[in-house]
């Protein structure tokens, strides 16, 4: 649709404004996290064909916003960790699905690299998502 189009041409500026976002912590609350994660998923679903190329920086970004959420020791009530880590999780299935399932592959590695099992979890969820 003419969204996807829209998306489309400004991808690069979006993609700035949204990996930008996804480093900042806004805690205790993280509204805005919150909030571009939902921004990528809708990004994702309507720009798909241009995410492969996307895709080695979207997936670094995402996996080190779940890394970062994992082990992050302020404020942040763990609900909404768990909003985060679900929103990113989302993100890299919707990822994988558009890539016809790169991501699955990119991850293995990391998977059997990592030891943290909320992150393995995170993982996991995309490995099985059919």
Known sequence: GRLGILIARHMKRLE???LGYLEVCDSPEEEARLGILETLQCTIEHAWPRMPCRLPTLLKALLKFI?????DQ????????????QGATECL????????????VLLEGVYSSCEESRVRDCIRKVQENT
């Open 16 to 18: 700035r404004v949204i």
């Open 67 to 71: 890394w970062d959420v994992h082990t």
């Open 74 to 85: 302020g404020s942040t009530p763990e609900p909404v960790k768990a909003a985060l880590l």
């Open 93 to 104: 299935i919707l990822l994988d699905r558009c890539s016809e399932g790169q991501v699955k």
